[in-house]
């Protein structure tokens, strides 16, 4: 069955230091999405992509960067961690604007 | 700004009784609506997508949305102990510009009391 997958799924860093989450979809869907999710804040857009070499900002991209190479594969990095990036990030893909978005496990990220 | 307004409850409903969850939003051109059901520590899942004006059946699910009055529902017959989760309002905008994004509600968290 196809699937989107999250690595890792807990990871604790220090401030300062550049984290790479990684989120892998085999549904061969072009459209990929970056959520963070916060207490008293919901899902927020972080970035998203329309296809390969394809990548937009969301609602809160400061301090954060993604890179499409492929269809597959849509990683989120944080160039240098603040602890207010401390949170909880999904990966989520769909096929086509009227499609549903269909999320991974999640990664729970701290900072320290 | 596009804004989707849930409650955030908590909703508590004894087991066996309705649950109705609301959500309004404000883009009045929004497209295709989509529920969510995300348990304490998971990811959210998709339970119901409504794209047309009316109600839409899928078990004990059922969405109804309302385009004039910019309202959307979801109806949880029978509710179950493991109904209890937080329920995720999603509102596609019109078409255009970041129209594949969705736009969330905070989520209303459900309570099924057995």
């Known amino acids: 069955d196809a699937e989107i997958t999250q690595s890792p799924r807990h990871k604790i860093t220090e401030t300062g230091r550049q984290v790479t989450l990684a989120c892998h979809q085999t549904w061969n869907h072009n459209n990929m999405f970056w959520y963070r999710q916060d207490l008293g804040h919901g899902l927020r857009l972080i970035h998203y992509s329309y296809g390969v070499h394809d990548t937009n900002k969301g609602e809160v991209s400061d301090g954060y960067s993604v890179s499409r190479s492929n269809t597959e594969d849509l990683p989120l990095t944080l160039e240098s961690a603040a602890s207010s990036q401390t949170s909880v990030y999904f990966c989520?893909?769909?096929?086509?604007?009227?499609?549903?978005?269909?999320f991974g496990d999640g990664t729970r990220l701290s900072i320290l | 700004q596009k804004e989707v307004e849930q409650n955030s409850g908590p909703l508590s409903v004894p087991e066996g009784a309705i649950a109705s969850l609301n959500c309004t939003y404000s883009?009045?051109?929004?497209?295709?609506f989509f529920w969510y059901r995300q348990y304490s520590g998971k990811s959210p899942e998709l339970i119901m997508s409504?794209?047309?004006?009316g109600d839409k059946e899928d078990g004990r699910f059922t969405a109804q949305l309302n385009k004039a009055s910019q309202y959307v529902s979801l109806l949880i017959r029978d509710s179950q102990p493991s109904d209890s989760a937080t329920y995720l309002c999603a509102v596609k905008p019109r078409s255009g510009a970041g129209s594949y994004q969705l736009t969330f509600g905070k989520g209303t968290k459900l309570s099924v009391i057995p």
């Open positions: 989520a893909s769909s096929a086509g604007p009227t499609q549903p978005q269909h």
């Open positions: 409504i794209y047309s004006n």
């Open positions: 883009d009045r051109g929004s497209q295709s």
